[in-house]
């Protein structure tokens, strides 16, 4: 009898921490195979110079479209879990024309990238979605 009065007694559950889930320096950043290395910074670091010049290499030609001058595209971008990159949306930032001339292009370039290996968040250790704004220059 004594037994299951203890038992049935209302104990207080342990309270659990919710996890970290803001961006450490341990944690690995998305990448593209011929990127990998020890060190998570040269990573991504990698990782935006392939994607920053897959870019260039569509939208430079189009620079001539546009008046003489500087202007200044933002292009908010995803990797999921799986690693395939998307397009979120062109930010504020550069011309209507620029904007409705590159986000089809910038979209088409972002789909026949070859699928990268996510981020990965280390202290839970699962892969996680990203999500960043990249700028893009454009001068004539």
Do not use: Y
Not at 3 to 12: A, D, E, F, W
């Amino acid at each position: 009898m004594l037994i299951m009065l203890l038992l049935g007694c209302n104990q207080p559950k342990p309270q659990h921490q919710l996890p970290n889930i803001n961006w450490t320096p341990l944690d690995e950043p998305p990448l593209f195979l011929d990127c990998p290395t020890e060190d998570a910074n040269e990573n991504w670091q990698c990782f935006s110079h392939n994607l920053q010049q897959q870019l260039a290499d569509k939208l430079i030609p189009l620079s001539d479209s546009f008046a003489s001058g500087r202007d200044t595209l933002f292009i908010s971008l995803k990797v999921d879990t799986i690693g395939q990159i998307s397009v979120l949306g062109l930010s504020r930032g550069g011309s209507n024309k620029m904007r409705e001339l590159f986000l089809p292009i910038v979209t088409q370039t972002v789909k026949q990238l070859p699928r990268a290996q996510p981020a990965f968040k280390t202290n839970l250790e699962i892969p996680v979605e990203v999500s960043w704004t990249l700028p893009v220059c454009v001068s004539k």
